[in-house]
C-alpha cells in the first residue's frame, strides 16, 4: 500500500520540506497540491529547486476541494498560517482525510488558551477536543490512527524532548524552567519583511519579539505538565500547574536549524551527570530520531535531518548546582515537516523512519 | 601633543583593529610594529586591508626590543597571547613605557588563580599587584596616568557592564548569575583549527568548551566581586564570596560580536522594569559608550564600533520573577581594540571618545 | 572652515554611510538631514547602529526644504531613488547649494540615452549639461568649485579604474568587453523583496537581471568612451563609439563588496603582464585610493574603506592571450558614499582623503 | 540485488556524502569503510551528522585490505587525494572490485598530461587505459560493466554539460572559451588552511590560484575535444586541438555549489537564443539530471542534489554577439559524491537516478 498525500498551503518553507521528503518517500505520494491563492502557481516556479524531482504536473497546485483531494489522498498535510488552517479543518475531516496541521490551531488543548495566546477565538472547538498532539517521542501511543493530528512547534519539539525525561525522573525543579533558544530564519517563514532583509539579518544575532510572551511558550508548559500529571510514582509530585517556563528566542544568520539551552535546577544537591544522562537513555535509548550525546549538539550536526540531538552538564557554581541541557534540530524538519512525515508513518502503520534516514 | 603608539604581536585580529584604529586617530600615531617571529612581516602582507592606509614603511615589523621601541613610543600594545605578554611586560616597563595589554596575563588579580586557571604560574607577580583593570565604565579614576592597563576580556567587557550597576542598586541577587553568550569566530583567533575552518563553522551554532570552565568566568566574578565590596551603604551587604557566575559561550557564523543574555534573580519580588532601567541609566547616563536601550540589541548594531548596548526585561513566570538583562558589543572594538584605544586615551589625557566616534 | 553637510534621502544604505563617514569627518559637520516622508524618522531609529555617534537631535530628519537646508548647510548629498532626485536638484541648485547626486540621475550625459535607458524622460536637462561625473581618478581636474556632482555608480566606478588605463595605453580592443561582476546584497537597496529575504539570499549565488541590459552598461560605456576621445596619441585611434561592454552581474551572499572579472582581447598578441602593470602605475602611482596589486583582490580586504584593488593576468590559451583584470571595491564606499565625501574633499579644496583613511 | 559498496578514504567531505546517498540508497548497502590513518575512526565521529543514520559498527573504519573488502563489497569508492588513489586501484581492480573514483588520478587519458598537471609521473598507466570517464549525460554508453570509473572534477562536470551540446551542434567557435567559475568552500577540501579560516573566507569573493593553471582547466579541455572528434557531419570540422580554454575560479563564501558564467563566440553572426536551447534540449530532454531552465540558475536550487542546471542568452553588444551560458550544479553531489552515485547505478544496471531524487 502507497500511503497518497496531500497539501493544503504548500507555497511556504514547510510545503517545500514535505514536497522534498514525499518525493523521496518509498511508501508514500504527492497526489494533490492545493492552494488558496487565485493564480494557481506551480510549486517548481515558487521552489525551483524541486522541479525535475516530480513530474511538473504533480507540483501543480489546484483549487482547495476537500471531496476532490478525498477521492485522490488519504492524508492531507496543512501548510497554512494559524486561523487560516481551523478554517479548512472541519471539511477536509468530513471529506474522509487524516488531516495533520503543521500550523498552531490545534495544538493548545484549551479553546480558552488559545484565545489568550492567538488573540482570535478558536472557532473549531469541537475537533480540538480530538486532536493529538503529534511528538512521537512523548506521546506515540495516541497516534496511530488518529484522525487529526496537531503538529508541534519547532521550539516547543526541542524544549519538550530536552526537559521530559528530567521532568519525568523528576531531578528538576519545575519553575522556572529558562530556556535560551536560537533559531535559524526559515522558522520566520518565507514572507519578506525589513529585519528579514538580507543586509539586515546577515552577520546580525539578537533575541526578538516579546521576551516572556512568544506563542510557544505556553505549548512548551502544556506539554511539559502533561509529562508531569502522568507521573504516578512520586508520594507528593508537584502539581501541573506550578511548572513555568520562560523562553528567551534568539534569530540566527543561518537557514536552518535550532539549539536550546536550557537552565534547570536539581531537585536535590547531589545530583550527578551520570542521573541526568540514565534519564535521557532511559527514555531514548529505542528512539531512532534522538540522539543523546556526550558531545554538545551544534546545528549543523541535524541539518536537514529528523534528528534531535541531546547532551547535558552539571555544573557548580558557588555553592549551587544548575543542569545545563542542550538540544538541537533542524526546525524545518524534526522541528516541522520531517515530524509531519513520521506522523504519518505512525498513523498509516509504516516503520516509524520510512523517508526519513 | 601626539601620542606614539607602538603594537607588540600585531599579527593578530586585535592588532590588525588596533592598526585600523590608530590609522584614523587624530591625536596618536602609529610609532613602531615589534613581532617575535623570525620572518619580519609587513603588516599589509598579513592583512592587505591595511596597505596604503599607512605608509608601508609603517607598517614593516621590527624586532621586539624595548630600548629601541621606547625610543620611539610612548605607549605599547600587547597583542600576544597569553603567558607570552608577561614575558615581555616587564622590561617594557623598565624601559619606560606605558603597557597596555590585551592579553589575560594581569586580568586576575591573584597570581593563585592566574595559575589555577591558566594552568601555569604567574612569571610576573610584582607588575600584576600594580596593574589596573581597564573597564573605563567601571573603573574609570584609576586609569589615567597607570603604567600598566590590563585589557579586559570581551565576554567579562560585556557581562561587567551588563550586570554591575544591577549589583551595585542591589537589585540582584548574587548567585547564580547565568550568562548565555555567543560570540562571533574572531574572538577565537587566527589560528586555524579545524572547527574553524569554513565549511564547519558557516551555517552552525553551538556551545563550546568546558561549560562553566571558561576562562572568562573567573574573570567576570572577580570584576562583579569588586563592584560588590565597593557598595557602603547596605546594612548587611552579601559578601563577595557568595557571588558565583555560570558562563555558557557559544560560537555564532559571523565575524564579529558578542551577545550575552543574561538570567538574574531580583532582591525583592516587587522588583518593577523601571527600577532596572533607573540603575543603568545612573550608571550609565553620561557614559559616551554604553547605549542604554529600551529595543532588543543586536551585534549587528554594534558592529566596528566601541559601543555596548544594553537593555533589560522584567519577567514574570509562575510565581516568579527574572530579570533579563541583554547587552551586545563588538568582542574586536569595545571587546579589545577599542577599549584599548580608549584606556590609552585615558591614561594620556585625552578625550574618552578621541578616534573612536 | 568646516564644511556643512546636508543629506537628502538619508534612509537607505548610502545615507547610512554617508552619516557614519561625516560624523568621523574632521573638515565636515552634518547639518541637516531632510526626507520626504510625512512621519519624519530620527535616523537612530532607522539604523540604531548611529545612535550615541552624534548627538540625537542631529539625526533627526526634516522636511525637505531647500532654502532651510541652504541656511545651515553648504552642500547636500541626495540619497534619493532615481527619478526622484531630479525632482529636487534644481531647487537644491538655485539655492545656492552644491550638490552631489547619488542616484542615477545627472550621470548620462545625454537625456536621450537616460531616456531610453531608464523608461523615462530627464526633467532636468539643462542642470544635465553642467553635471560633472565625479570619478577623481580620471576626472579629477573637473570637481573643484563644481556645483552638481554626478557620483558613479559602483559598478561603472569598478570597472572604469579596472579598464581606463589599458584603454588609455591603447593595449586592448575595444569590443566586446566582458566584465562578469559579482555584488553584495546592499547594492539592492534597503527595500525588501523576496528575491532578498534572508533564506532565499543567504548561501546562494547566481546572475541576475536581464543580461546586457543592466543600467550600469551604459553609464561604464560612457566612461570608457569618453577616455578614448581623450586619447591624442595615436595615428588612427578607433572611434569611440567602436567600443561595447557586455556586463554581467551576479548576487554574492555578503552584505558589501564588488569584484569584476573582467576578460580583454590585446591589441598587440606579444603583450606582456609587464606592459599592463606599467600602464596601472602610471595611471595610479600617486592615487591614494587604488592599490595596484600583484596579489587577487578580494571583496574582503576593501571592506568599509574607500580603496580600488586592482590586479592583472595575462593568459595564454592555445594561439591567444587574453588580459584578465581583477578589481574590487566596496560598493557602499569607493562605490557610493565615500566616493561622494571624496568628491566633497575635491570641490571644497580639502585634501582629497580627508576622513577617508 | 543489492550491490554491496566500500569506500577507502571516507574522511573527507566526498566520504561523508558517499555515507549520506548510500545510506538512502534502496538498491546499495554500505559494507566497508577503510582508512589509511592509523587510528581507525569511526565516521559517527568524524561527521556527527551521520550518527543514528546507519547502525554505528557500519560506520567504524577497517584498515584497507583490497581482499577483505572484496569479500563483503561489490564496488568501491575511493575518496582519496590524487596520487594517494592509484596507488590502491590496482590492488583493489585485481580483488575483484568494481572502482569509482573520486580523485583526478584516472580523469585525464594521457599520463604525459597527468604528469604535467599534476607535477608526478602517473605511477598505473596500464589501468589508465582502460579508465571510463563517468560523465553519463555525455559517456553513459561506456559505463554500463566498466570495471574502473574515473568520477569527474566538479568544475569539468559543470563546463563539460554546459558547452558540449553548443560544441556538438557547431553553434560556438572554440577558442578561447572562457570560463568564468565559483564554488563552495567544501571544494577545497576538509583540511584546514589560513585562508579557509572562518574569518577569512567569510564575507570575501575573489579568484584564486594561478589564473589559466587551474588543474581542471587541461580535464575540461580533454572532454570538450572528445566531443568535438566525435563530429561527423560538417565537412571541415576545425581540429579539437583548436579548443582552448580559459577558465578562471573564484571562492564563494558558501559551503556547497557551483556557479559557471561562460562566454562564447557563435560561429555565425545570426545566432538566435532560439538555437542554442534547441541544441540544449536536444542534448538534456531525456536527461534526468540535466534541467534546461529559461530563468537563471542559482547555486541554491541545486543545494543537495543531483541536478545540473543550464540557461543561456544571446546578448548583442556593439556589432558582435555572443552566448552566456549558465551551468549551476553542487560540487558535493553532481559534482562528486552524487555523480559516482549515478555511475554505480549505471554499472550495475539500476534505474540511473536511483537514491538521488
Avoid at 530564519?185 to 519583511?193: D, H, I, Q
Amino acid at each position: 500500500m502507497t500511503i497518497r498525500a496531500a497539501i493544503v498551503g504548500p507555497t511556504g518553507y514547510t510545503g517545500y520540506h514535505l514536497i522534498k521528503l514525499l518525493a523521496q518517500h518509498p511508501g508514500a505520494d504527492l497526489a494533490y497540491l492545493a492552494s488558496h491563492r487565485d493564480a494557481l502557481p506551480n510549486m517548481a516556479e515558487v521552489f525551483p529547486s524541486l522541479l525535475g524531482r516530480l513530474p511538473e504536473r504533480k507540483l501543480q497546485c489546484r483549487p482547495i476541494d476537500p471531496k476532490a483531494i478525498a477521492r485522490e489522498a488519504d492524508v492531507v498535510f496543512l501548510g497554512l498560517p494559524h486561523r487560516a488552517a481551523m478554517a479548512y479543518v472541519p471539511g477536509l475531516l468530513d471529506a474522509g482525510l487524516t488531516v495533520i496541521d503543521l500550523s498552531a490551531d490545534y495544538r493548545l488543548a484549551s479553546a480558552e488558551l488559545y484565545h489568550k495566546v492567538y488573540d482570535h477565538p478558536h472557532e473549531d472547538p469541537g475537533n480540538l477536543d480530538h486532536a493529538i498532539y503529534g511528538l512521537p517521542e512523548l506521546f506515540r501511543k495516541y497516534i496511530p490512527g488518529a484522525k487529526l493530528i496537531a503538529n508541534p512547534g519547532c521550539y516547543p519539539t526541542t524544549a519538550a524532548i530536552a526537559i521530559a525525561p528530567l521532568l519525568h525522573a523528576q531531578l528538576i525543579k519545575t519553575s522556572p524552567i529558562l530556556i535560551n533558544a536560537a533559531s535559524g530564519v526559515t522558522g520566520a517563514g518565507k514572507t519578506p519583511a525589513p529585519h528579514l532583509h538580507f543586509p539586515e539579518q546577515n552577520e546580525a544575532y539578537g533575541a526578538y519579539g516579546k521576551i516572556g510572551g512568544h506563542r510557544h511558550q505556553p505549548e512548551i508548559e502544556q506539554t511539559l505538565r502533561t509529562v508531569m500529571g502522568s507521573i504516578q510514582d512520586a508520594a507528593q509530585p508537584p502539581t501541573p500547574e506550578a511548572l513555568s517556563v520562560l523562553f528567551v528566542p534568539h534569530l540566527l544568520p543561518i537557514d536552518q536549524g535550532i539549539l536550546e539551552t536550557i537552565y534547570l535546577q536539581p531537585t536535590q544537591e547531589d545530583i550527578t551527570e551520570e542521573a541526568v544522562f540514565d534519564a535521557f537513555e532511559e527514555a531514548y535509548d529505542d528512539e531512532p530520531f534522538v540522539r543523546v550525546r556526550t558531545e554538545l549538539p551544534n546545528v549543523k550536526h541535524v541539518r536537514d535531518t529528523n534528528f534531535c540531538d541531546v547532551t547535558a552538564r552539571v555544573v557548580t557554581t558557588g555553592n549551587t548546582k544548575t543542569i545545563v541541557v542542550f538540544a538541537a534540530l533542524d526546525n524545518m524538519v524534526k522541528g516541522a515537516s520531517g515530524q509531519a512525515i513520521q506522523n504519518m508513518n505512525l498513523v498509516f502503520g509504516l516503520d516509524e523512519t520510512t523517508g526519513l534516514l
